[in-house]
């Protein structure tokens, strides 16, 4: 059971990154995702949330109309589309897999069960 993210990096502001989470079968199926995020000295942040289906999805206030959340159920795969990125956006993201209800967003961390290594995003102003 491993969740494995990458696509972080170092970008300027206004710039665009893709993060992906590539999950075993296990952890996948059947599971909601969501993607976190931690900064320096501050709290976990809930990002986005994507239900099994596609048909649930949350986004923070903070990031909304700029990052896209996506899955690929085929590929065991899930995305974040960060566009138009500020410095406010530099943290450790992590995906995470939420296998207890499907079919909804858990918006806690507590509540996701599997977590991947995190990946360095890094916006310069």
């Known amino acids: 059971v491993q969740l494995q993210a990458s696509g972080g990096g170092l970008v300027q502001a206004g710039g665009s990154l893709r993060l992906s989470c590539a999950a075993s079968?296990?952890?996948?199926?059947?599971?909601?995702m969501g993607w976190f995020r931690q900064a320096p000295g501050k709290e976990r942040e809930l990002v986005a949330a994507?239900?099994?289906?596609?048909?649930?999805?949350y986004y923070g206030d903070s990031v909304k109309g700029r990052f896209t959340i996506s899955r690929d159920n085929a590929k065991n795969t899930v995305y974040l589309q960060m566009n138009s990125l500020k410095p406010e956006d530099t943290a450790v993201y992590y995906c995470?897999?939420?296998?207890?209800?499907?079919?909804?967003?858990?918006?806690?961390?507590?509540?996701?069960?599997?977590w991947g290594q995190g990946t360095q995003v890094t916006v310069s102003s």
């Open positions: 994507i239900s099994w289906s596609g048909g649930s999805i």
């Open positions: 995470a897999a939420d296998p207890n209800y499907p079919q909804t967003v858990a918006l806690v961390y507590y509540e996701y069960d599997y």
């Open positions: 079968g296990r952890t996948f199926s059947g599971a909601a």
